[in-house]
Protein backbone atom coordinates (compact mmCIF):
# COMPACT_ATOMS: atom_id res chain seq x y z
CA UNK A 1 0.00 0.00 0.00
CA UNK A 2 1.59 3.04 -0.77
CA UNK A 3 2.22 5.63 1.98
CA UNK A 4 3.25 9.11 -0.12
CA UNK A 5 2.07 10.58 -3.42
CA UNK A 6 5.76 10.44 -4.98
CA UNK A 7 8.92 8.01 -4.96
CA UNK A 8 11.90 9.34 -6.85
CA UNK A 9 14.52 6.43 -7.40
CA UNK A 10 17.91 7.19 -8.29
CA UNK A 11 20.81 4.65 -9.46
CA UNK A 12 24.11 5.60 -9.28
CA UNK A 13 28.06 4.13 -10.53
CA UNK A 14 30.73 6.14 -9.44
CA UNK A 15 31.21 10.12 -10.38
CA UNK A 16 29.45 11.09 -6.98
CA UNK A 17 29.59 14.67 -8.00
CA UNK A 18 26.96 13.98 -10.87
CA UNK A 19 25.10 11.98 -8.14
CA UNK A 20 24.95 15.14 -5.69
CA UNK A 21 24.36 17.73 -8.54
CA UNK A 22 21.49 15.85 -9.57
CA UNK A 23 20.03 15.71 -5.80
CA UNK A 24 20.69 19.33 -5.26
CA UNK A 25 19.03 19.95 -7.98
CA UNK A 26 15.88 17.90 -6.80
CA UNK A 27 16.22 19.74 -3.52
CA UNK A 28 15.70 22.73 -5.10
CA UNK A 29 12.48 22.16 -6.88
CA UNK A 30 11.08 19.38 -4.50
CA UNK A 31 7.50 18.52 -4.77
CA UNK A 32 4.96 20.02 -2.79
CA UNK A 33 3.51 16.30 -1.76
CA UNK A 34 4.49 14.05 0.68
CA UNK A 35 7.59 12.69 -1.65
CA UNK A 36 10.49 9.96 -0.30
CA UNK A 37 14.45 9.49 -2.60
CA UNK A 38 15.76 6.87 -2.68
CA UNK A 39 19.69 6.51 -3.82
CA UNK A 40 20.58 2.59 -5.14
CA UNK A 41 24.18 2.77 -5.74
CA UNK A 42 26.09 0.29 -8.09
CA UNK A 43 29.28 -0.48 -6.13
CA UNK A 44 30.68 2.44 -6.83
CA UNK A 45 33.22 2.37 -3.88
CA UNK A 46 33.79 6.45 -4.10
CA UNK A 47 32.39 7.32 -1.13
CA UNK A 48 28.84 8.66 -2.20
CA UNK A 49 27.34 6.60 0.58
CA UNK A 50 28.69 9.26 3.01
CA UNK A 51 28.59 12.06 1.16
CA UNK A 52 24.91 11.17 1.02
CA UNK A 53 24.33 10.60 4.92
CA UNK A 54 25.77 13.94 5.52
CA UNK A 55 24.63 16.03 3.20
CA UNK A 56 21.10 14.50 2.68
CA UNK A 57 20.12 12.32 5.95
CA UNK A 58 16.64 11.98 4.66
CA UNK A 59 17.33 9.96 1.72
CA UNK A 60 17.00 6.05 1.72
CA UNK A 61 19.95 4.87 0.37
CA UNK A 62 20.81 1.08 -0.45
CA UNK A 63 24.58 -0.23 -1.77
CA UNK A 64 24.25 -3.62 -3.68
CA UNK A 65 28.44 -4.12 -3.70
CA UNK A 66 28.49 -4.62 -7.02
CA UNK A 67 27.86 -3.87 -10.74
CA UNK A 68 24.29 -5.20 -11.17
CA UNK A 69 23.21 -2.98 -14.04
CA UNK A 70 20.40 -0.44 -14.07
CA UNK A 71 17.37 -2.43 -14.32
CA UNK A 72 18.43 -4.53 -11.08
CA UNK A 73 19.18 -1.66 -9.27
CA UNK A 74 16.39 0.21 -10.38
CA UNK A 75 14.07 -2.50 -10.02
CA UNK A 76 15.56 -3.02 -5.78
CA UNK A 77 15.15 0.84 -5.18
CA UNK A 78 11.19 0.57 -6.49
CA UNK A 79 10.64 -2.48 -4.30
CA UNK A 80 11.88 -0.29 -1.64
CA UNK A 81 9.16 2.25 -2.61
CA UNK A 82 6.49 3.35 -1.01
CA UNK A 83 4.73 6.43 -3.65
CA UNK A 84 1.55 6.02 -5.66
CA UNK A 85 3.66 7.41 -8.76
CA UNK A 86 7.35 5.95 -8.53
CA UNK A 87 9.94 8.80 -10.79
CA UNK A 88 12.76 6.80 -12.34
CA UNK A 89 15.61 9.67 -12.42
CA UNK A 90 18.81 9.27 -13.88
CA UNK A 91 22.28 10.77 -11.76
CA UNK A 92 23.02 13.38 -15.08
CA UNK A 93 19.84 14.99 -14.96
CA UNK A 94 19.08 18.27 -13.68
CA UNK A 95 15.93 19.65 -12.44
CA UNK A 96 15.56 23.14 -13.18
CA UNK A 97 11.72 24.13 -12.56
CA UNK A 98 8.62 21.87 -11.19
CA UNK A 99 8.56 19.30 -13.18
CA UNK A 100 7.64 16.38 -10.30
CA UNK A 101 4.58 18.57 -9.27
CA UNK A 102 3.39 19.13 -13.19
CA UNK A 103 4.01 15.37 -14.08
CA UNK A 104 1.70 13.94 -10.86
CA UNK A 105 -1.11 16.45 -11.14
CA UNK A 106 -1.32 14.97 -15.02
CA UNK A 107 -1.47 11.23 -13.84
CA UNK A 108 -3.76 12.49 -11.20
CA UNK A 109 -5.92 14.14 -13.45
CA UNK A 110 -5.53 11.27 -16.44
CA UNK A 111 -6.01 7.77 -14.36
CA UNK A 112 -5.41 6.00 -17.36
CA UNK A 113 -2.18 7.12 -17.87
CA UNK A 114 0.67 4.43 -17.15
CA UNK A 115 3.73 6.87 -17.45
CA UNK A 116 4.50 10.29 -18.30
CA UNK A 117 8.23 11.88 -19.17
CA UNK A 118 9.00 15.80 -19.82
CA UNK A 119 10.60 17.35 -22.53
CA UNK A 120 14.20 16.83 -22.92
CA UNK A 121 17.78 19.17 -23.25
CA UNK A 122 21.13 18.72 -23.13
CA UNK A 123 23.52 20.90 -21.22
CA UNK A 124 23.48 23.32 -24.51
CA UNK A 125 19.58 23.22 -24.72
CA UNK A 126 19.31 21.54 -27.58
CA UNK A 127 16.67 19.41 -27.77
CA UNK A 128 17.09 15.40 -26.85
CA UNK A 129 14.60 13.21 -28.71
CA UNK A 130 13.37 10.88 -25.72
CA UNK A 131 10.27 9.55 -26.85
CA UNK A 132 8.84 7.83 -30.22
CA UNK A 133 7.09 5.12 -31.63
CA UNK A 134 8.03 1.40 -30.80
CA UNK A 135 11.11 0.63 -32.53
CA UNK A 136 11.43 -1.45 -35.21
CA UNK A 137 15.21 -2.50 -37.19
CA UNK A 138 14.62 0.29 -39.80
CA UNK A 139 12.66 2.87 -37.23
CA UNK A 140 15.90 2.57 -35.02
CA UNK A 141 18.55 3.87 -38.04
CA UNK A 142 16.11 6.24 -38.81
CA UNK A 143 16.19 7.44 -35.21
CA UNK A 144 20.42 7.68 -34.88
CA UNK A 145 20.33 9.70 -38.32
CA UNK A 146 18.15 12.05 -36.97
CA UNK A 147 20.00 11.69 -33.28
CA UNK A 148 23.38 12.74 -35.33
CA UNK A 149 21.64 15.78 -37.38
CA UNK A 150 20.76 17.28 -33.90
CA UNK A 151 24.07 16.40 -32.96
CA UNK A 152 25.57 18.32 -35.75
CA UNK A 153 23.72 21.74 -35.80
CA UNK A 154 21.64 20.95 -38.73
CA UNK A 155 19.59 23.50 -38.81
CA UNK A 156 16.32 22.30 -40.89
CA UNK A 157 16.25 19.10 -38.47
CA UNK A 158 15.83 21.67 -35.66
CA UNK A 159 14.08 24.46 -36.46
CA UNK A 160 11.50 20.99 -37.50
CA UNK A 161 12.21 19.83 -33.77
CA UNK A 162 11.56 23.17 -31.85
CA UNK A 163 8.10 23.23 -33.14
CA UNK A 164 7.56 19.11 -33.21
CA UNK A 165 8.96 19.31 -29.09
CA UNK A 166 6.42 21.27 -28.20
CA UNK A 167 3.69 19.19 -28.53
CA UNK A 168 1.97 17.03 -26.26
CA UNK A 169 1.05 13.56 -27.35
CA UNK A 170 0.29 10.09 -26.54
CA UNK A 171 3.91 7.70 -27.20
CA UNK A 172 4.81 4.59 -27.81
CA UNK A 173 7.79 4.97 -25.08
CA UNK A 174 9.60 7.37 -22.98
CA UNK A 175 13.00 7.73 -21.57
CA UNK A 176 14.19 6.00 -18.42
CA UNK A 177 16.17 9.14 -17.89
CA UNK A 178 13.45 10.98 -16.29
CA UNK A 179 10.37 8.71 -16.27
CA UNK A 180 6.69 8.84 -13.52
CA UNK A 181 4.94 5.59 -13.58
CA UNK A 182 2.11 4.87 -12.01
CA UNK A 183 2.24 2.13 -9.82
CA UNK A 184 -1.02 0.32 -10.38
CA UNK A 185 0.74 0.14 -13.91
CA UNK A 186 3.73 -1.66 -12.71
CA UNK A 187 1.58 -4.08 -10.53
CA UNK A 188 -0.05 -5.40 -13.32
CA UNK A 189 3.03 -5.32 -15.63
CA UNK A 190 5.97 -6.30 -13.73
CA UNK A 191 9.23 -4.56 -13.28
CA UNK A 192 11.99 -3.97 -15.55
CA UNK A 193 13.29 -6.71 -17.14
CA UNK A 194 16.50 -7.69 -15.77
CA UNK A 195 18.39 -9.07 -18.43
CA UNK A 196 18.59 -5.99 -19.93
CA UNK A 197 21.41 -4.65 -18.30
CA UNK A 198 21.22 -1.24 -18.87
CA UNK A 199 19.50 0.20 -22.14
CA UNK A 200 16.11 -0.97 -23.61
CA UNK A 201 14.44 -1.26 -20.34
CA UNK A 202 12.84 2.05 -20.84
CA UNK A 203 11.16 0.61 -24.45
CA UNK A 204 10.21 -2.34 -22.71
CA UNK A 205 8.52 -1.55 -19.81
CA UNK A 206 6.45 1.28 -22.04
CA UNK A 207 5.47 -1.56 -24.85
CA UNK A 208 4.13 -3.58 -21.56
CA UNK A 209 2.49 -1.21 -20.26
CA UNK A 210 0.87 0.10 -23.28
CA UNK A 211 0.09 -3.85 -23.62
CA UNK A 212 -1.95 -3.75 -20.24
CA UNK A 213 -4.18 -1.18 -21.07
CA UNK A 214 -2.61 2.21 -20.30
CA UNK A 215 -1.94 5.11 -22.03
CA UNK A 216 1.69 6.53 -22.41
CA UNK A 217 2.15 10.53 -22.59
CA UNK A 218 5.33 12.68 -23.82
CA UNK A 219 4.40 16.09 -21.67
CA UNK A 220 6.65 18.97 -23.20
CA UNK A 221 4.90 21.63 -20.86
CA UNK A 222 7.91 20.91 -18.32
CA UNK A 223 11.67 19.76 -18.91
CA UNK A 224 14.73 18.78 -17.28
CA UNK A 225 18.41 18.89 -18.49
CA UNK A 226 20.08 15.31 -19.14
CA UNK A 227 23.80 15.10 -19.93
CA UNK A 228 23.73 11.74 -22.04
CA UNK A 229 25.73 9.32 -20.84
CA UNK A 230 27.49 10.68 -17.84
CA UNK A 231 28.01 7.54 -15.71
CA UNK A 232 28.58 5.22 -18.74
CA UNK A 233 31.09 7.81 -19.50
CA UNK A 234 33.33 6.04 -16.55
CA UNK A 235 33.52 3.06 -18.48
CA UNK A 236 32.99 3.39 -21.83
CA UNK A 237 34.02 -0.02 -23.02
CA UNK A 238 31.73 -1.91 -20.32
CA UNK A 239 29.00 0.38 -21.48
CA UNK A 240 29.13 -0.34 -25.09
CA UNK A 241 29.26 -4.10 -24.79
CA UNK A 242 26.24 -3.35 -22.38
CA UNK A 243 24.48 -1.94 -25.35
CA UNK A 244 25.02 -4.78 -28.12
CA UNK A 245 24.36 -7.13 -25.88
CA UNK A 246 20.62 -5.57 -24.82
CA UNK A 247 20.49 -4.78 -28.29
CA UNK A 248 20.41 -8.49 -29.41
CA UNK A 249 18.37 -9.38 -26.01
CA UNK A 250 15.53 -6.10 -27.57
CA UNK A 251 15.39 -8.11 -30.57
CA UNK A 252 14.82 -11.88 -29.45
CA UNK A 253 12.10 -10.53 -27.00
CA UNK A 254 10.25 -8.39 -30.14
CA UNK A 255 11.77 -8.98 -33.26
CA UNK A 256 11.44 -13.05 -33.92
CA UNK A 257 13.97 -15.08 -35.22
CA UNK A 258 14.70 -12.80 -38.35
CA UNK A 259 14.58 -10.09 -36.82
CA UNK A 260 17.40 -11.18 -34.29
CA UNK A 261 19.05 -12.70 -37.31
CA UNK A 262 19.62 -9.29 -38.50
CA UNK A 263 20.60 -7.13 -35.13
CA UNK A 264 23.39 -10.12 -35.14
CA UNK A 265 24.70 -9.55 -38.98
CA UNK A 266 24.66 -6.06 -37.87
CA UNK A 267 26.24 -6.34 -35.14
CA UNK A 268 29.12 -9.00 -36.43
CA UNK A 269 29.71 -6.40 -39.56
CA UNK A 270 29.51 -3.45 -37.39
CA UNK A 271 32.73 -4.74 -35.13
CA UNK A 272 34.58 -7.03 -37.44
CA UNK A 273 35.06 -3.76 -39.13
CA UNK A 274 35.53 -1.54 -35.98
CA UNK A 275 38.22 -4.19 -35.00
CA UNK A 276 40.62 -4.81 -38.24
CA UNK A 277 40.85 -1.05 -38.39
CA UNK A 278 41.87 -1.07 -35.18
CA UNK A 279 44.37 -4.06 -35.64
CA UNK A 280 46.07 -2.09 -38.34
CA UNK A 281 45.90 1.07 -35.98
CA UNK A 282 47.78 -0.86 -33.36
CA UNK A 283 50.70 -2.37 -35.47
CA UNK A 284 51.28 1.14 -36.85
CA UNK A 285 51.43 2.76 -33.67
CA UNK A 286 53.46 -0.60 -32.45
CA UNK A 287 56.03 0.06 -35.60
CA UNK A 288 56.75 4.26 -34.55
CA UNK A 289 56.66 3.46 -30.55
CA UNK A 290 53.49 4.60 -29.45
CA UNK A 291 51.59 4.07 -26.31
CA UNK A 292 48.59 1.75 -28.19
CA UNK A 293 46.89 0.36 -25.04
CA UNK A 294 43.56 2.07 -25.62
CA UNK A 295 43.18 0.72 -29.20
CA UNK A 296 44.53 -2.79 -27.38
CA UNK A 297 41.36 -2.75 -25.09
CA UNK A 298 39.20 -1.47 -28.45
CA UNK A 299 40.16 -4.45 -30.26
CA UNK A 300 39.24 -6.54 -27.54
CA UNK A 301 35.85 -5.20 -27.15
CA UNK A 302 35.32 -5.46 -31.17
CA UNK A 303 36.31 -9.30 -30.63
CA UNK A 304 34.21 -10.07 -27.83
CA UNK A 305 31.10 -8.49 -29.36
CA UNK A 306 31.91 -10.67 -32.60
CA UNK A 307 32.03 -13.46 -30.73
CA UNK A 308 28.47 -12.30 -28.87
CA UNK A 309 27.24 -11.86 -32.49
CA UNK A 310 28.54 -15.46 -33.42
CA UNK A 311 27.70 -17.84 -30.56
CA UNK A 312 25.62 -16.47 -27.62
CA UNK A 313 22.21 -16.65 -26.86
CA UNK A 314 20.47 -13.63 -25.70
CA UNK A 315 19.71 -14.05 -22.09
CA UNK A 316 15.79 -14.96 -21.42
CA UNK A 317 13.57 -12.05 -19.84
CA UNK A 318 13.29 -11.49 -16.14
CA UNK A 319 10.32 -9.28 -15.37
CA UNK A 320 10.28 -9.29 -11.63
CA UNK A 321 6.89 -8.67 -9.72
CA UNK A 322 5.69 -5.74 -7.81
CA UNK A 323 3.48 -6.40 -4.84
CA UNK A 324 0.58 -3.88 -4.63
Known sequence: MASCRLSIVIVCYKN????????????????????????????????IEEHIAKDFPSIRFFQIGYNSGFSKATNLGIKE???????????????????????????????????????????????QVSYGKFPTIFSEIERKIIQFR???????????????????????WLSGSCLLLRRDALCQTGLLDESLFM?????????????KGWSIYYFPKTSIVHYLGGSAKENESVSLFEHSRSQ???????????????????LFLRFSIAGCRNIVKFCVMKMFGKEAQAVYAHIALSFKIVTMALLSKAAESVEPVLNA
Open 248 to 266: LCFAKKYYGKIGETIIRAF
Open 150 to 172: ILCGDPTIDRYFNEFCYQERKVD
Open 16 to 47: PQLTLRCIRSIASFAPHSEHEIICVDNGSADG
Open 81 to 127: SRGEYIMLLNNDTIITELVFDQLTDFMSAHPDTGAIGPRHADGRGRF
Open 199 to 211: YYEDVDICKRIIQ
